[in-house]
T-cell receptor, first 117, second 112 residues
Framework: DAGVIQSPRHEVTEMGQEVTLRCKPI?????LFWYRQTMMRGLELLIY????????DSGMPEDRFSAKMPNASFSTLKIQPSEPRDSAVYFC???????????????FGPGTRLTVL | GEDVEQSLFLSVREGDSSVINCTYT??????LYWYKQEPGAGLQLLTY?????DMKQDQRLTVLLNKKDKHLSLRIADTQTGDSAIYFC????????????FGSGTRLSIRP
């Protein structure tokens, strides 16, 4: 299995531009999570989906951020317009619903390093 | 509320044992985890413990759970340079079983 795939791996853009980050979860996984990692704030959960439906978006910082999951094998995180404070590493993770109280292991992608100038 | 705290840095001499500590606030934890993040990579599950256990050992790794004090620790025996990474403590709870609450991570550095 290829694992969780994210693209691009690195993105450099200018303030005000639209940025789209992409994620392909592991086949068969029904949960998908978007995280943001910065030195100042650590690892933050932005939003997660179950069966392509957004369940909890309380971590999305502002209206400039939006996420979609049009099908089970693809999700996007969009920032429009981008600002320098959005610079971070963005991770996508997926997992499969376990039986009962399974260990709920999340599998992380390699991340997208976003730099907004 | 749910909160997981851990110290930010730990420096250990190669060959010694490393002990990374974590405290959490939610007493309804179900599973507690240690994730490892190597430079330039995503997080990977290192080990986990169910909340009704006190200890789990897996080769060089020992996890200790003190539910009374809400304290979790990870001991790495015979620490090697390849153990240099950020280690995240995390939990799931009955009230938020779908997601994992992560701590801020402890950066472990190994000195010769």
């Amino acid at each position: 299995d290829a694992g969780v795939i994210q693209s691009p791996r690195h993105e450099v853009t200018e303030m005000g531009q639209e940025v789209t980050l992409r994620c392909k979860p592991i086949s068969g996984h029904d949960y998908l999570f978007w995280y943001r990692q910065t030195m100042m704030r650590g690892l933050e959960l932005l939003i997660y989906f179950n069966n392509n439906v957004p369940i909890d978006d309380s971590g999305m910082p502002e209206d400039r951020f939006s996420a979609k999951m049009p099908n089970a094998s693809f999700s996007t995180l969009k920032i429009q317009p981008s600002e320098p404070r959005d610079s971070a590493v963005y991770f996508c993770a997926s997992r499969m619903t376990g039986r009962g109280l399974g260990k709920n292991e999340q599998f992380f992608g390699p991340g997208t390093r976003l730099t907004v100038l | 509320g749910e909160d997981v705290e851990q110290s930010l840095f730990l420096s250990v001499r190669e060959g010694d044992s490393s002990v990374i500590n974590c405290t959490y606030t939610d007493s309804s934890s179900t599973y507690l985890y240690w994730y490892k993040q190597e430079p330039g990579a995503g997080l990977q599950l290192l080990t986990y413990i169910f909340s009704n256990m006190d200890m789990k050992q897996d080769q060089r790794l020992t996890v200790l759970l003190n539910k009374k004090d809400k304290h979790l620790s990870l001991r790495i025996a015979d620490t090697q340079t390849g153990d240099s990474a950020i280690y995240f403590c995390a939990e799931t709870t009955y009230s938020s079983a779908s997601k994992i609450i992560f701590g801020s991570g402890t950066r472990l550095s190994i000195r010769p």
